[in-house]
């Protein structure tokens, strides 16, 4: 009954594409696409990411032609790159979880206290322009209420914007905070998805290491270091190793 439900939602993947300013190049790539014609439209989209830059209309849409060509690794890779630029993007995060379905790899990850689970679930409540945009209202408000506290003739007002001020100062740190998060987590690139069909894990940076586990198409990894061609890599449940570079691409 699992795979039948699958089955059914994965005929609407990109059925409905992210509205866009549409250029000459990504009208000809979609209409590829509503054609079924996705290696096609796959090769349209990169052309487009190639010159025009990055978007989260065109990750998602090449995400989509990934999918439906079976491509889950690449597919979740475009997905993932899309949440960077907007972490609250619905149709996109629908998709992910679609393509993660179709994983082989089931890793538990290890359990995060509660504050910390609340806090990275607020700080992609946004992303990082937005949370900026937040820090700078906050910041101009706090001014009113400084100058509202300073010139207030009435006690009670005084009091009030005094108080006020405070919150909204600590508030504006906190979104400016966040702002720096999410900047980060788009310049540093710290995760990547394997892309080879099967990778073995290992305890050093060469073939000789011992085996720690193996990994399949499409599991999402936190970098750790690199050395020459090898990758140290951590995944959820905390497990560490070195894999080839060219087994996994960066998000």
């Known amino acids: 009954m699992k795979k039948i439900a699958l089955l059914i939602l994965s005929l609407f993947v990109g059925i409905a594409l992210v509205d866009a300013a549409e250029s000459p190049k990504m009208k000809e790539a979609n209409e590829q696409y509503t054609k079924e014609n996705f290696a ?26 990934k999918y439906k060509q079976g491509l889950i690794g690449p597919a979740i890779l475009n997905y ?12 996109v995060l629908f998709n992910l979880e679609l393509a993660k379905s179709h994983t082989t790899d089931k890793i538990d990850p290890v359990e995060k206290l509660l504050i910390t689970k609340w806090n990275e ?7 990082s322009n937005t949370w900026a945009v937040i820090s700078i209202v906050l910041f101009i ?9 300073l010139f207030a003739r009435f006690s009670w007002l005084k009091k009030t914007s005094f108080f006020s001020g405070i919150i909204v ?11 720096k998060k999410q900047k980060e ?14 990778v073995t894990g290992k305890s050093s940076p060469d073939t ?21 061609d090898w990758m140290e890599i951590q995944l ?16």
């Open 169 to 179: 100062i600590v508030l504006c740190f906190v979104a400016m905070t966040y702002a």
């Open 141 to 149: 408000l706090f001014i009113g209420l400084l100058g509202c506290f």
């Open 80 to 91: 993932e790159r899309a949440l960077l630029l907007d972490p609250t993007n619905e149709d």
């Open 121 to 127: 679930t607020i700080q992609k409540w946004f992303s």
């Open 40 to 65: 096609v439209a796959d090769s349209l989209y990169e052309d487009i990411l190639r010159t025009d830059g990055e978007s989260v209309a065109l990750y998602y849409n090449l995400g989509n032609a």
């Open 236 to 251: 959820e449940d905390g497990h560490v190793g070195w894999v080839p570079t060219k087994s996994v691409e960066i998000i």
């Open 208 to 228: 000789g290491g011992t085996d720690l586990f193996i990994l399949h198409e499409g599991t999402k990894v936190k970098i750790k270091n690199q050395l020459n």
């Open 185 to 198: 987590s788009v310049i540093n690139h710290e995760y990547a998805i394997v892309y080879a069909a099967t």
